[in-house]
T-cell receptor, first 116, second 118 residues
Framework: AQKVTQAQTEISVVEKEDVTLDCVYE???????LFWYKQPPSGELVFLIR??????QNEISGRYSWNFQKSTSSFNFTITASQVVDSAVYFC?????????????FGAGTRLAVHP | GAVVSQHPSWVICKSGTSVKIECRSL??????MFWYRQFPKQSLMLMAT?????????EQGVEKDKFLINHASLTLSTLTVTSAHPEDSSFYIC??????????????FGPGTRLTVT
């Protein structure tokens, strides 16, 4: 069965610290997509990244970077030099193509608090 | 980019009444829309998949007679919570697929509707 595990419920850091949010997934399919979303207090989901199962290249976007490792079924997210504006809940999600409607399975989320 | 709106952004209703939430794709036609529910400090749970012109597909455990979904046009899906009770109070989020510009995996999310049932 498909499953996304975000073991870290809450993380608290001081500004400028680096922080890594863990995501472990389970799927029986060889073709799938992984996502990270940010949900600030306003509630609206902000799309951060999408990665398909055939692309294991790590990605960097400004202070954000992602490490995808199929061998360990992990898709971790690192924020470098964290800022107060990074405070939010972050969700990792899995989508499988077979079956058509690409249901998104969300992890439980990690609440990140960045303190000045 | 693809924009999805929801109306209302928040609503308070009395127990026993029904409330309708709209989800619109503003600049694209969405053949498929999804409805999620998020309780406080919890994750998003898919409630149902809505396809234009056909009946919605509900996830296990979601009462189809209580949560009525209508996707009558390519830009509008509605979720009606019938005979609402306080336990239905939640954050309801819709998303939509744009079959023209996005692959099967892409979903665009609305800003959410916060429902409070008193």
């Amino acid at each position: 069965a498909q499953k996304v595990t975000q073991a870290q419920t809450e993380i608290s850091v001081v500004e400028k610290e680096d922080v890594t949010l863990d995501c472990v997934y389970e799927t029986r399919d060889t073709t799938y997509y992984l996502f990270w979303y940010k949900q600030p207090p306003s509630g609206e989901l902000v799309f951060l990244i999408r990665r398909n199962s055939f692309d294991e290249q790590n990605e960097i976007s400004g202070r954000y970077s992602w490490n995808f490792q199929k061998s360990t079924s992990s898709f971790n997210f690192t924020i470098t030099a964290s800022q107060v504006v990074d405070s939010a809940v972050y969700f990792c999600a899995l989508s499988e193509l077979p079956g058509g409607y690409n249901k998104l399975i969300f992890g439980a989320g990690t609440r990140l608090a960045v303190h000045p | 980019g693809a924009v999805v709106s929801q109306h209302p952004s928040w609503v308070i209703c009395k127990s026993g009444t029904s409330v309708k939430i709209e989800c619109r794709s503003l600049d694209f036609q969405a053949t498929t829309m999804f409805w999620y529910r998020q309780f406080p400090k919890q994750s998003l749970m898919l409630m149902a998949t809505s396809n234009e012109g056909s009946k919605a597909t509900y996830e296990q455990g979601v009462e189809k007679d209580k949560f009525l979904i209508n996707h009558a046009s390519l830009t509008l899906s509605t979720l009606t919570v019938t005979s609402a009770h306080p336990e239905d109070s939640s954050f309801y989020i819709c998303s939509a697929r744009d079959p023209q510009t996005a692959a099967l995996y892409e979903q665009y999310f609305g800003p959410g509707t916060r429902l409070t049932v008193t």
